[in-house]
Every structure is written in structure tokens, then in C-alpha cells.
């Protein structure tokens, strides 16, 4: 927009403010509307494309066996063993009431584990606990002798020292339902209340998937319901101390509540649902719109004091601040707008909402905010003079020690760089939450004292329907059972080996030297069928075998292992079982661990092409708004380095990056143009409209950019800073590090963009 028509408009918005803020209101109406239809998700299958290979295989190792989603109650007496008698009678009703959860299809625990035993020549399969009624000291004593010997209770249902024990319930919520998974938790944390009010010296915790699902679930609701108003009131506080502007600042509250409240009705328009990453959508919105207001109000209250009645200050401000609002915001909305390229949906959710949000925030800060700063008082304040000597300080100094802040700040960031390589992926989902967070809480008490929460599921292939029965195929998986339990990240392997190796005893008087594999298959096809008949409903072996008995299911259970320690587990197993049978049964393991394992490397990736098309576009907008290649050359390093600077700083003090590292440099290269933008467009006025030579043109920039861009700033960083409180790691990781990388550019288009603009335009310039 030339200066003319920017004028006009500046004129017209000035002159007719009543009809102007009509206007925007409505439109700001018609997009919060879309507030009714606004819908929240609580699958952790959301955080995967349709397309993503791990996914695909979890759905395959879904549809094969039985649901792998389950919740599981962690269960512990501070005075006595999990197998004495009031421990198994309370494990027991915790079990019956489990079956009454919504969605149950399947309860394991202790008490109804199948036990085998001879009974002469019969096999009797019956609960390990027939009755609570009856228990004793001896019972108890029995019971717990065969569950620390059993393979598939031991570590898994019962911790080593028998203090420890779960309650395992598989479920199959209906799909993208959250209330399905609300009325699973309330019905299981209902379960957990009357237990820990009945039994207080028992602790009970939960995790599972279902938990997981509901901590997604709590941490965006928190988020949505805790950060914004903080985040209300720092913009509030920050600007009634600066300017000390009450209407103003009440003004500028509204415009950016409106901002990024539409910004969730354009989520109910389109069908975005909520999840954790979206929801700190709006933190990002308040924190762009309040930029957006700040630059046009700071203008017109320096240019108040300087003299200018309210009417003209707010023209003067609206005419100097309305292409470079324009272009931040256009290039704010590419940067969020390439997290489109994103592998996880919610983070192309994200993406979307703040590219919208942002470009709302430009709508309303070109027309509301103007039209309420015309109709509200708006009071010179003297301040602005202060602040004007303090940047005409800063600048005098910047110009004085230019040839030392140049390379100074180029070693600052060729160091910081050369800090990034030592930083590697090293995703955990149960970190995903603060460690106030029930989920990682409970998972981490389960790792502590009884099993692990990561689980790896193998399908293990014969060649043929009921070639599991081959004693050839159930050596091979019980060799690859006993390699995997003497692996250091391996806490437990139920393996189909341990059923029929148990059986095989019991049909031979329960002799402990026929603890093995049958000799024939023709034998282990009998022992499968007799002991298969002899399952009670809901406790059969559809969990282990496939229909048509051609592979069974090995399931793996892990301490809290990173993506690092994942893959090279991951690499031993295909190893081992390149090396040890046919090719067929290498197959990869499957289950939520590992999507979560790859899922930060795999966003990075995506997420490299997608940031550097945006760069691409970001610049292209620079080159043209400009019109100098020079200027646009140089406008690249500050919009480069900040992040190289925030990440290089990160490195020093950690050593691993996660999902949250694929959306940092995404979120933050549109922020952080702002400042280069607002700098290099006054440079330019000054030298091309005004005629100043580069020095001038340098302490022109200060003057009438420098507090804006100082307030801003400040503003931006406090606003990200919230976010880094959420008990979403990832929202927190990315808050934190976007402060971090706009405080870098800040200080970069301070003192390194003008020795970069005096070094290379030296036309006129004073000695």
C-alpha cells in the first residue's frame, strides 16, 4: 500500500471510527460463532497420519489380536504383601468391579489368572484364587510361590518382591469419542477413591493408555482454561505500566481477546478439534495481536509527544506502522501456516488456528483498534520522551561500537551453532507431562515397582494355519523369549512359549522337568485345543493367537526408554532374528511406544522442508515489500540466526531434543521478523523519503521503532514464558524455547542489524 492510499485510510479509519468498529465487530461476531460447533479430541492416535507406517501397524496388530488400549491399576499395601489374604480379597473385588467398567472386554489380575494343574490324568484350569472366602496363611503362601514362578505374572502382575501388584483391563472405546474415555476414567478413578478411602494404607495408581488419553485431554482443557488469563494479565499489566493508559490498554485487551477467541471459532467452522498442541494456539494469538497493537499505540503516543494532537498521532502511526504490520503479519501467519507440513495432525491443527488467528489480529488492529483509540481518551504521557532518550542512547552506542558488536555477536553465533550437533531425539511419552501429572506419576510409580509401561508387541509368523504348534516355531520363540528377558531395557516378555510349556507340565503330573516344549506337534495342537475349551469367557487366548493360529503375539515390556535406546533395541531384535530363523518371522515391533519413538524424528523431517519453504516465502515477501535486494540480503541474518542462538543456548545446558524441536523454528521465524521488518522499514524511510545518510538513518530507526519493538518483545517473551508453564512438555519446551529465540532477535536487530547496515551502506555516510 503506497503512502497515499495508506494515508486515506488512515484518514478515514481516524474520521469515521464508529462505523469502522461496527464493521470489524460483526465480522468478529459472524467467526465466533463458530464456538458452538468447536470439539475436543483425546486419542493419542490423533498425533499420527493415516499414512504413518507405525500407525498402520498398530492397527494391523489391533485388528489380529485383541485391543491393546487398556487401563491398569497399580496397586500397593504400605503393611503387607500384595498375596496375603486382604490384599488378594481386595485385588479380587477390584477385578469383579472392573469388568463393570464401560468398554472392558477383558480383566487380568492375580486372583483369576487360569492356573493349570494335574488332576491324575486330567488338566484343571481354574482361577489361581477359586475362592476369597476360604484364604489363609497357607493359601497366600501358595498362590504367591507360583505367581513369583510363573513367567507371565512375575514382573508383570506381581513385582518380584510381592508387594507390588495390577490389575490389567483391556478396552475398546469407540474411536475420536472423548466422552467414551471420560466415562472410562470417571469410572475407574470412582473405583480408585472408594478403594484408597476404604484401604488408606493402600495406594492405588493408574495408567494405561486410557490415562494417557485423558492426560492429552486434561493438559489442553488446562491450558485453554489456566494460560490465557495469565496471559491476559501480563498484557494487561505490562502495558498500563508502560503507557499508563487504562482505555487504551482495556482497548487492547479486547482486540486480542477478539483475536484469539476467533481463532477457536474458526476451529468450530472448519471441524478442527482441540487437543494439547492447538489449544496453545491462542497463547501464540494474544502474543502476535498484542504486538500488532502495541506498535500502532506506542507510534501515536511518542508522535503525542511530540506535539501531535490525538487525531494526528493516531494517522501518523497508523501511516508509518501499516506495511510493516502488514508484511509481520503475512509472514507471522507463513511461518505458523508451515507447520501444515507437520507428520502430526495436531500440530498442522496448531498451524492452522495461529496463521488464522494471526491474520484476524492484523484485521482488527488495522480497524478496531484504531477506531477505539479515536473514540477512547488518550493522554500524552511524558514517558515517551524518556524512552526516546534511552534509545537515541542505545543507538549513539551501537553506532560508536559498531566494528566491535559485529564480530562479537558472529561469534556468539557460530558458538551457539557449534553447540547443536551434540543434541539428539530422545522422545518419551510419559515425559510428555509435567511430573505433577497423575499419568506420569502413576507410569512412573509402575516402572519403579513393578513393570514397564512402554510395551513393544511382536507377531511372530509360522508358514502355515496352526503352525504355531510346530515345536520347530515354538523353539524358535522361546529362544527369541529368553534373548529379549536378558536384555538391560526388557523389565518383562509374556510369551506364548510360557502358556504351553506350563501346560505341557501340567498334563505330565505337574513334573517340573516337562517345564518345556512338546516333542510333537500333533501333542502341543492337543494341549492348545484342551486348554483353550477350558477357558472361562473373556479370558481366552485371543489376546496371544491369531484366528487361524498362524502367529502369536509377543509382548515386551521396557523401563522408561528413550528413542536412542528404542532404536538399538530395535536393531539387536532384527539382528537376532536375521540371524536365528527364516526370513519371514523378521518383522518389526509394533505398539504405542514405538509410534511415539519415531514420532519427533519423523515430524523433523517433514518439518525441515516445510520451515524451509517458508523461509523461502518469508523472504520472497521481504525482497519485494523492500525493494532491495541489498536490504533483503541482510534481513536474512537476523531472521536466521535467532533460532541457531536459542537452540545453541539450549545445548549447553541439555543434550537431547524432542517432538517439540520440529515446531520451534516454525512457530518462531514469523515472530521474529517482526523486529527486522519494523527496523529495516524505518531505515529505509529514512534513508529513500527522508534523505539521511546510514548513521541517521540508524538513530532515525531507534527513535521511532526502537521502544515499540523493546515492549513487544517483552510482551511476546512473557507471553511464551506462560506457555512454558503448561504440563504439556511440549507446549512447554516450545513456549520456552520461542522466548529464548525471540530475546535473540531482539538483541540480533539491536546490535547486530545496524553494524550489518552501516557495513554495507556506506554511501554518505559520516566519518
Known amino acids: 500500500m503506497d503512502s497515499t492510499r495508506a494515508a486515506a485510510y488512515s484518514h478515514f479509519v481516524v474520521h469515521h471510527p464508529w462505523m469502522v468498529a461496527f464493521l470489524s465487530i460483526g465480522l468478529s461476531v459472524f467467526l465466533l460463532s463458530g464456538l458452538r460447533n468447536l470439539g475436543f479430541t483425546n486419542e493419542y492416535r490423533y498425533f499420527f497420519t493415516e499414512d504413518n507406517p507405525y500407525l498402520k501397524a498398530f492397527e494391523q496388530l489391533e485388528r489380529t489380536y485383541s485391543s491393546p488400549d487398556n487401563v491398569m491399576f497399580v496397586v500397593q499395601s504400605t ?15 477390584i477385578t469383579t468391579a472392573s469388568w463393570q467398567i464401560p468398554y472392558s472386554t477383558r480383566v487380568d489380575s492375580l486372583t483369576n489368572f487360569q492356573n493349570t494343574r494335574a488332576f491324575g490324568d486330567d488338566l484343571v484350569v481354574s482361577d489361581l484364587v477359586p475362592s476369597v472366602d476360604s484364604l489363609d496363611s497357607n493359601i497366600s503362601l501358595e498362590v504367591e510361590t507360583i505367581a513369583l514362578s510363573e513367567p507371565l505374572l512375575k514382573n508383570r502382575l506381581l513385582s518380584s518382591d510381592a508387594r507390588t501388584t ?10 475420536d469419542d472423548v466422552n467414551a474415555t471420560l466415562s472410562i476414567v470417571s469410572a475407574v478413578r470412582a473405583i480408585q477413591d472408594r478403594v484408597e478411602k476404604e484401604h488408606p494404607e493402600v495406594r492405588v495408581e493408574l495408567t494405561g493408555m486410557a490415562m494417557l488419553a485423558n492426560a492429552f485431554f486434561s493438559a489442553g ?27 487504551a490498554t482495556l482497548g487492547t485487551l479486547l482486540v486480542v481477546g477478539i483475536s484469539a477467541v476467533s481463532a477457536l471459532g474458526v476451529a468450530g467452522w472448519i471441524g478442527i478439534p482441540m487437543s494439547p498442541p492447538s489449544s496453545g494456539a491462542s497463547v501464540i494469538i494474544l502474543t502476535v495481536a498484542v504486538a500488532d497493537c502495541v506498535h500502532i499505540l506506542v507510534s501515536a503516543m511518542v508522535a503525542q509527544s511530540k506535539g501531535l494532537e490525538k487525531r494526528d498521532a493516531l494517522i501518523e502511526s497508523l501511516k508509518i506502522n501499516m506495511r510493516p504490520i502488514f508484511l509481520t503479519s503475512v509472514t507471522t501467519a507463513i511461518g505458523l501456516a508451515s507447520l501444515n507440513f507437520s507428520d502430526a495432525p495436531p500440530y498442522r491443527d496448531l498451524g492452522t488456528l495461529a496463521a488464522s488467528g494471526a491474520l484476524v489480529a492484523w484485521f482488527l488492529s488495522m480497524t478496531l483498534f484504531p477506531a477505539l483509540l479515536s473514540i477512547i481518551p488518550l493522554k500524552p504521557n511524558q514517558l515517551f520522551a524518556k524512552q526516546g532518550f534511552a534509545m537515541a542512547w542505545l543507538a549513539e552506542n551501537v553506532i560508536r561500537y559498531r566494528k566491535v558488536l559485529l564480530p562479537s555477536m558472529l561469534f556468539i553465533i557460530v558458538g551457539a551453532s557449534a553447540m547443536i550437533p551434540r543434541l539428539v531425539f530422545n522422545d518419551r511419552f510419559v515425559e510428555y507431562f509435567d511430573e505433577e501429572v497423575d499419568f506420569r506419576i502413576a507410569s512412573q510409580f509402575t516402572v ?17 494355519a496352526g503352525g504355531i504348534s510346530d515345536p520347530e516355531y515354538l523353539a524358535y520363540l522361546d529362544k527369541f523369549s529368553s534373548w529379549l528377558r536378558q536384555q538391560p531395557e526388557v523389565l518383562h516378555v509374556a510369551s506364548y512359549t510360557d502358556v504351553i ?89 509394533s505398539g504405542q511406544a514405538v509410534m511415539f519413538t519415531y514420532i519427533g524424528e519423523r515430524n523433523f523431517q517433514a518439518m525441515m522442508k516445510g520451515t524451509f519453504y517458508a523461509f523461502l516465502l518469508i523472504s520472497l515477501c521481504l525482497f519485494i515489500t523492500l525493494r532491495s535486494l541489498r536490504l533483503g540480503i ?53 534513508r529513500m523519503n527522508l534523505q539521511y545518510d546510514p548513521l541517521n538513518s540508524v538513530r532515525y530507526s531507534f527513535s521511532t521503532v526502537g521502544a515499540a519493538l523493546a515492549i513487544a518483545s517483552v510482551i ?23 522466548a529464548m529465540t525471540i530475546a535473540a532477535a ?18 554518505s555516510m559520516e566519518t
Open 79 to 93: 503393611q503387607e504383601k500384595a498375596t496375603s489374604p486382604k490384599m488378594l480379597k481386595l485385588i479380587d473385588e
Open 166 to 175: 495390577a490389575i490389567n483391563i483391556h478396552i475398546r472405546p469407540p474411536p
Open 221 to 247: 482443557q488446562h491450558d485453554i482454561r489456566t494460560l490465557t488469563p495469565v496471559m491476559f494479565l501480563i498484557i494487561g499489566g505490562v502495558l498500563l505500566l508502560v503507557t499508563m493508559q487504562i482505555f
Open 448 to 464: 519403579d515397582n513393578l513393570t514397564g509401561v512402554y510395551l513393544l508387541n511382536f507377531s511372530i509368523k509360522s508358514d502355515e
Open 501 to 589: 510349556k506350563r501346560i505341557n507340565r501340567s498334563m505330565n503330573g505337574d513334573d517340573k522337568q516337562f517345564y518345556r516344549i512338546p516333542d510333537s506337534r500333533d501333542l502341543a495342537a492337543q494341549y492348545l485345543l484342551l486348554y483353550e475349551m477350558s477357558l472361562p469367557y473373556g479370558l481366552d487366548l485371543n489376546d496371544q493367537i491369531n484366528i487361524d493360529k498362524s502367529a502369536t503375539r509377543l509382548v515386551v515390556a521396557l523401563e522408561n526408554v528413550g528413542t536412542q535406546e528404542m532404536k538399538a533395541l530395535r536393531s539387536r531384535t532384527t539382528n537376532w532374528m536375521s540371524s536365528n530363523g527364516p526370513a519371514y518371522r523378521v518383522v518389526e515391533p
Open 634 to 686: 541482510i534481513s536474512l541474518i537476523p531472521n536466521i540466526t535467532p533460532p541457531i542462538v536459542a537452540i545453541g543456548v539450549f545445548a549447553i545446558f541439555n543434550d537431547y531434543v524432542g517432538l517439540w524441536t520440529s515446531f520451534v523454528v516454525a512457530t518462531a521465524i514469523g515472530l521474529i521478523v517482526d523486529a527486522t521488518v519494523h527496523m529495516l522499514s524505518k531505515y529505509q524511510h529514512a
Open 716 to 738: 511476546l517473551i512473557l507471553g511464551f514464558l506462560v506457555l512454558s508453564t503448561s504440563p504439556f512438555f511440549i507446549n512447554a519446551m516450545t513456549g520456552l524455547i520461542v
Open 746 to 763: 531482539l538483541v540480533l536487530d539491536f546490535l547486530l542489524l545496524p553494524p550489518l547496515l552501516l557495513l554495507f551502506d556506506k554511501a
